[in-house]
């Protein structure tokens, strides 16, 4: 039990095993909770390193409903910045990105530094002798800490170090990630689709890493490219050698990883790609960079397809984050990426690629937009609440890490993010 | 008036009404076979190798997505938006017997989905092939007045 707006909320009886009650999606003291419990005190992603390259670059990002400012310093430092003016908390930076010299607070004038310290406070006079301004600087998140670039914040001082909590199966799937890039770094400077929906936020965490319903909702999808190589892929298929996997702390993916090294048309691109002058250096880069083994490796596994809970998913080319509202709104911001040290034509490859699917004028994405839309409409009914999370309980295995695995279409993803999600909102601590 | 508006005019109204008609095959047809469609994301003006775009298309993409959206399974499309556009602010750069054309225009496109009325705008830039005594779309690039903005559901095209 814990406490919601003095209310006692039974997470038991709203998340078992196998299903989880439809409330958990639609009710307002439930999602004031998760926004304390999960928005603040937990490691929250804010954007990636890549993203404000140079000092006095910036960007705007949010700690679940909390605006805050992601900044680079003259010193080329980057901070977490509340976006509040610490006088009277009028908001000090309007644009979604950019460059600057400072934060100036329009309402009074107040003017703060790209790393946080008030510089100057107009008519300073009237605050008398013992004011000192080194203690209104902008506030900031107590921790902020990063793995390969992606940046996290927590407004708790204690609890788990981002390394516990990205641990290290979780890490393995973002390296693969950026072990593309034959310098080991991806740049998430290539702009941003955004997409909005009336439905609760964990249905796009849920649906990230769901390997059930492409070959549903995305049918359309695969039977364009159907028309253009002849045949469907068998990826998702209920015989699929793909898994959906619980990495633990409510971080899963979809790992194709014996599928994709086991398909010979991976294998058949991989080799035309060589054919290419641009895709042998690509390969060669790569296989510099991190050895014969692995670079052959990571591309066959081609990247990955992961949500780091709650609100980072890294998936084909792309970084996406999950902005939550109100419990029925919600805003995706998806940024594909470009490989540091990769030929243009292996670059601009992954945006056109990314846009066909992902892009709103795109095959994919929008249609599970939709499918949120009808879940969010159907949640409306009451006389049967539960949501059913039971495929493949029977057959899940749990390997030497403690990673528990299913069949891509089995529901262990889910369960994993719902079991992590139960923990953090029954957790005894003082909000 | 003149001749070379009257036509261009009557094209981009024919364009429209195929698309509000949701008849993407005939509207991809309109297009030259060498093409490009082009709908900017986040600003209007970068290079495209280099910025995501909302479209980014030659003729074969656009046929593929025209045909996507015939099938009657990509479900963000079902049930269809009804739509109608509102053409106008028709800049014309050329002159009648040149080869290619360029034509500026505004749109406004309302649409209800679901019982629900959204309006687009935008301004759209083309380059006009002649053939036949009336034209090809060679370019068009179309610069939504949302263009930096998160879209609930935008899969018609424009």
Same mark, same amino acid.
Request: aromatic share 10%.
């Given at each position: 039990?814990?406490?919601? @707006?003095?209310?006692?909320?039974?997470?038991?009886?709203?998340?078992?095993?196998?299903?989880?009650?439809?409330?958990?999606?639609?009710?307002?003291?439930?999602?004031?909770?998760?926004?304390?419990?999960?928005?603040?005190?937990?490691?929250?992603?804010?954007?990636?390193?890549?993203?404000?390259? #140079?000092?006095?670059? +910036?960007?705007?990002?949010?700690?679940?409903?909390?605006?805050?400012? +992601?900044?680079?310093?003259?010193?080329?430092?980057?901070?977490?910045?509340?976006?509040?003016?610490?006088?009277?908390?009028?908001?000090? $930076?309007?644009?979604?990105?950019?460059?600057?010299?400072?934060?100036?607070?329009?309402?009074? %004038?107040?003017?703060?530094?790209?790393?946080?310290?008030?510089?100057?406070?107009?008519?300073?006079?009237?605050?008398?002798? !013992?004011?000192?301004?080194?203690?209104?600087?902008?506030?900031?998140?107590?921790?902020?800490?990063?793995?390969? %670039?992606?940046?996290?914040?927590?407004?708790?001082?204690?609890?788990?170090?981002?390394?516990?909590?990205?641990?290290?199966?979780?890490?393995?799937?973002?390296?693969?990630?950026?072990?593309?890039?034959?310098?080991?770094?991806?740049?998430?400077?290539?702009?941003?689709?955004?997409?909005?929906?009336?439905?609760?936020?964990?249905?796009?965490?849920?649906?990230?890493?769901?390997?059930?319903?492409? @070959? +549903?909702?995305?049918?359309?999808?695969?039977?364009?490219?159907?028309?253009?190589?002849?045949?469907?892929?068998?990826?998702?298929?209920?015989?699929?050698?793909?898994?959906?996997?619980?990495? %633990?702390?409510?971080?899963? @993916?979809?790992?194709?990883?014996?599928? !994709?090294?086991?398909?010979?048309?991976?294998?058949?691109?991989?080799?035309?790609?060589?054919?290419?002058?641009?895709?042998?250096?690509?390969?060669?880069?790569?296989?510099?960079?991190?050895?014969?083994?692995?670079?052959?490796?990571?591309?066959?596994? %081609?990247?990955?397809?992961? !949500?780091?809970?709650?609100?980072? $998913?890294?998936?084909?080319?792309?970084?996406?984050?999950?902005?939550?509202?109100?419990?029925?709104?919600?805003?995706?911001?998806?940024?594909?990426?470009?490989?540091?040290?990769?030929?243009?034509?292996? !670059?601009?490859?992954?945006?056109?690629?990314?846009?066909?699917?992902?892009?709103?004028?795109?095959?994919?994405?929008?249609?599970?937009?939709?499918?949120? @839309?009808?879940?969010?409409?159907?949640?409306?009914?009451?006389?049967?609440?539960?949501?059913?999370?039971?495929?493949?309980?029977?057959?899940?295995?749990? #390997?030497?890490?403690?990673?528990?695995?299913?069949?891509?279409?089995?529901?262990?993803?889910?369960?994993?993010?719902?079991?992590?999600?139960?923990?953090?909102?029954?957790?005894?601590?003082?909000? | 008036?003149?001749?070379?508006?009257?036509?261009?005019?009557?094209?981009?109204?024919?364009?429209?009404?195929?698309?509000?008609?949701?008849?993407?095959?005939? /509207?991809?047809?309109?297009?030259? &076979?060498?093409?490009?469609? /082009?709908?900017?994301?986040?600003?209007?003006?970068? &290079?495209?190798?280099?910025?995501?775009?909302?479209?980014?298309?030659?003729?074969?993409?656009?046929?593929?997505?025209?045909?996507?959206?015939?099938?009657?399974?990509?479900?963000? =499309?079902?049930?269809?938006?009804?739509?109608?556009?509102?053409?106008?602010?028709?800049?014309? &750069?050329?002159?009648?017997?040149?080869?290619?054309?360029?034509?500026?225009?505004?749109?406004?496109?309302?649409?209800?989905?679901?019982?629900? =009325?959204?309006?687009?705008?935008?301004?759209?830039?083309?380059?006009? *092939?002649?053939?036949?005594?009336?034209?090809?779309?060679?370019?068009?690039?179309?610069?939504? *007045?949302?263009?930096?903005?998160?879209?609930?559901?935008?899969?018609?095209?424009?």
């Amino acid at each position: 039990m814990a406490t919601g @707006n003095g209310r006692l909320i039974d997470y038991d009886a709203l998340v078992r095993e196998d299903a989880v009650h439809g409330d958990v999606y639609l009710r307002q003291d439930i999602f004031d909770e998760e926004m304390k419990r999960i928005y603040q005190r937990g490691w929250v992603y804010i954007g990636h390193q890549s993203e404000i390259p #140079d000092p006095g670059d +910036f960007k705007r990002s949010w700690l679940g409903l909390q605006p805050v400012i +992601f900044s680079r310093d003259k010193a080329g430092k980057y901070h977490v910045l509340f976006n509040r003016c610490t006088h009277r908390a009028a908001s000090i $930076c309007q644009e979604d990105w950019g460059n600057t010299t400072g934060f100036r607070c329009e309402y009074h %004038g107040w003017l703060f530094r790209t790393d946080g310290e008030l510089a100057a406070v107009p008519y300073a006079d009237a605050y008398g002798d !013992n004011f000192d301004k080194s203690r209104l600087n902008l506030r900031r998140p107590p921790r902020v800490d990063e793995y390969r %670039g992606f940046v996290f914040a927590s407004m708790s001082e204690t609890g788990l170090s981002l390394t516990e909590h990205i641990s290290g199966p979780a890490r393995e799937q973002i390296d693969y990630f950026c072990d593309l890039s034959p310098e080991g770094e991806i740049l998430v400077q290539c702009g941003a689709t955004k997409l909005a929906y009336d439905g609760n936020w964990k249905l796009q965490m849920e649906n990230t890493i769901d390997g059930y319903h492409p @070959n +549903f909702t995305h049918q359309s999808f695969f039977s364009s490219i159907e028309r253009i190589t002849g045949s469907k892929p068998g990826i998702f298929k209920g015989d699929s050698l793909s898994e959906v996997r619980d990495l %633990g702390m409510g971080h899963t @993916n979809i790992d194709t990883r014996a599928y !994709n090294r086991a398909d010979p048309a991976v294998k058949a691109r991989l080799d035309m790609m060589q054919q290419t002058s641009w895709g042998k250096k690509y390969y060669d880069d790569l296989v510099e960079a991190h050895g014969k083994e692995r670079a052959e490796d990571v591309l066959t596994v %081609g990247g990955t397809h992961m !949500n780091i809970f709650p609100n980072l $998913c890294v998936l084909g080319q792309q970084v996406r984050t999950i902005r939550p509202i109100s419990p029925d709104r919600t805003e995706v911001f998806l940024r594909p990426s470009l490989l540091k040290g990769a030929p243009d034509e292996i !670059n601009t490859m992954r945006i056109r690629q990314y846009e066909a699917f992902y892009s709103p004028h795109g095959g994919g994405i929008h249609d599970d937009v939709e499918m949120f @839309n009808r879940v969010s409409e159907g949640l409306r009914c009451t006389i049967d609440p539960w949501l059913i999370f039971q495929r493949g309980l029977h057959r899940e295995t749990v #390997d030497e890490d403690g990673v528990r695995i299913g069949q891509c279409t089995d529901e262990t993803s889910q369960r994993g993010q719902w079991r992590h999600w139960k923990t953090v909102m029954q957790e005894e601590i003082n909000l | 008036m003149s001749a070379l508006r009257d036509k261009v005019e009557n094209f981009l109204y024919k364009e429209a009404r195929l698309m509000d008609e949701n008849r993407y095959l005939e /509207w991809a047809g309109l297009y030259a &076979d060498e093409c490009l469609y /082009w709908i900017p994301c986040n600003e209007e003006d970068y &290079d495209p190798a280099k910025h995501v775009s909302m479209l980014y298309a030659d003729n074969n993409l656009l046929k593929s997505h025209a045909l996507r959206l015939n099938e009657g399974k990509a479900f963000a =499309q079902q049930p269809k938006s009804r739509m109608r556009r509102i053409v106008s602010n028709i800049e014309i &750069d050329g002159d009648e017997g040149d080869e290619e054309i360029g034509v500026f225009a505004n749109f406004t496109v309302t649409e209800i989905r679901k019982h629900e =009325q959204r309006v687009h705008s935008g301004r759209s830039e083309y380059k006009l *092939v002649s053939e036949n005594g009336s034209f090809r779309i060679k370019y068009k690039k179309i610069n939504l *007045v949302s263009i930096d903005e998160a879209q609930d559901n935008v899969t018609f095209l424009l």
